[in-house]
T-cell receptor, first 117, second 111 residues
Framework: GAVVSQHPSWVICKSGTSVKIECRSL??????MFWYRQFPKQSLMLMAT?????????EQGVEKDKFLINHASLTLSTLTVTSAHPEDSSFYICSARDARTGLQPQHFGDGTRLSIL | LAKTTQPISMDSYEGQEVNITCSHN???????ITWYQQFPSQGPRFIIQGYKTKVTNEVASLFIPADRKSSTLSLPRVSLSDTAVYYC????????????FGRGTSLIVHP
C-alpha cells in the first residue's frame, strides 16, 4: 500500500537553529502534500498545503517566512522551521495521497518530534 | 467543508464491541468518510473509508445511514492495543481534498 516516510523522527536543537523535515511518498507520486502540527493532547492542525512546482498555501496564522515549504518533486516535500524557538516545539506530521488512482485515502507520515531548547 | 462532531472520549473493556459515531450534518454529495487511528507520537493510520451503507475490512466496519449525516465506526472485540484517538474526516476525494481534523475520540480499553 501507499507509504509516506517522514525524516527525521526526532530532533533536539538549540534556539535559533533552522530545522528541515522531509516528507516522501515512497511508492506513488503526490502533487499535493499537507503539513500539520500537533500539540500534546490536541488534534492535528493544518499548517499548509504543499503544491509540487508551485508555492505552498498557508493556513491563516501560519507564518510562511517561519515555516518554509518546498515541494520540488512529486515524491518529496520539505518543511524548514527557520530560526526555531521553544514555542515551535511540537509534533509535525505530513500527509499525501495518490490522486491518480481513484478515490485513495490520505496516508500520513509517522511525524517528527521537534524540541527546541 | 463538512464539520465533524465526535464524542471526546469513550471507555470500553477488552473483548467488547466499540461503536464510535461521528456527525457530519453538512456532508456534500461528493464527500467520502474516512476514519483514522492515532497512537501517541505517531501519525494517523488509515482504518476504513466509505460513501454509503456498510463497509467492512479486516479491522473494522463502517456504517453510514441513508442520509449520510452521520457514520459509525465499529471495532469488534477490542483489545488493549486499540487504545488510541480515532478521527473521522469528510471530504471530496475526487476533488481538491484538504484533510481537516476535528477533535477526535479518545478510546481507552480497560483490561
Amino acid at each position: 500500500g501507499a507509504v509516506v516516510s517522514q525524516h527525521p523522527s526526532w530532533v533536539i536543537c538549540k534556539s535559533g537553529t533552522s530545522v528541515k523535515i522531509e516528507c516522501r511518498s515512497l511508492d506513488f507520486q503526490a502533487t499535493t502534500m499537507f503539513w500539520y502540527r500537533q500539540f500534546p493532547k490536541q488534534s492535528l492542525m493544518l499548517m499548509a498545503t504543499s503544491n509540487e512546482g508551485s508555492k505552498a498555501t498557508y493556513e491563516q496564522g501560519v507564518e510562511k517566512d517561519k515555516f518554509l515549504i518546498n515541494h520540488a518533486s512529486l515524491t518529496l516535500s520539505t518543511l524548514t522551521v527557520t530560526s526555531a524557538h521553544p514555542e515551535d516545539s511540537s509534533f509535525y506530521i505530513c500527509s499525501a495521497r495518490d490522486a491518480r488512482t481513484g478515490l485513495q485515502p490520505q496516508h500520513f507520515g509517522d511525524g517528527t518530534r521537534l524540541s527546541i531548547l | 467543508l463538512a464539520k465533524t462532531t465526535q464524542p471526546i472520549s469513550m471507555d470500553s473493556y477488552e473483548g467488547q464491541e466499540v461503536n464510535i459515531t461521528c456527525s457530519h450534518n453538512n456532508i456534500a454529495t461528493n464527500d467520502y468518510i474516512t476514519w483514522y487511528q492515532q497512537f501517541p507520537s505517531q501519525g494517523p493510520r488509515f482504518i476504513i473509508q466509505g460513501y454509503k451503507t456498510k463497509v467492512t475490512n479486516e479491522v473494522a466496519s463502517l456504517f453510514i445511514p441513508a442520509d449520510r449525516k452521520s457514520s459509525t465506526l465499529s471495532l469488534p472485540r477490542v483489545s488493549l492495543s486499540d487504545t488510541a484517538v480515532y478521527y473521522c474526516l469528510v471530504g471530496d476525494l475526487g476533488g481538491s481534498y484538504i484533510p481537516t481534523f476535528g477533535r477526535g475520540t479518545s478510546l481507552i480499553v480497560h483490561p
